[in-house]
């Protein structure tokens, strides 16, 4: 999996995303607003906190977190089974 190397906040839960292999482009999280956890990104300001952790992963706090194999899914519209083979696809040793 690519990893993510940049995000930038965009207004209206947006982000923008670089992926290590050029694939980059937004991604709207409106969906994830004002459930559960994320009715902290109504706080104002709070969005615009977006970073990437120590792993790799898109935080806004120790709380607040999104993996970048998920995003990465969702802007390009790939399924897991398209990324990572299953083990029947994998190559036998001989």
């Known amino acids: 999996m690519p990893r993510l190397i940049a995000v930038k906040p965009i207004p209206h839960y947006r982000l923008w995303l670089r992926y290590a292999d050029g694939t980059e482009g937004e991604v709207d999280l409106s969906d994830l607003a004002g459930q559960g956890v994320f009715t902290a990104w109504q706080t104002p300001g709070f969005f615009q906190r977006v970073h990437l952790g120590s792993h790799g992963e898109v935080q806004w706090s120790e709380d607040i977190e999104l993996c970048a194999d998920a995003l990465y899914l969702r802007l390009t519209?790939?399924?897991?089974?398209?990324?990572?083979?299953s083990p029947a696809q994998m190559p036998q040793n001989a």
């Open 77 to 85: 519209g790939k399924k897991a089974e398209e990324i990572f083979p």
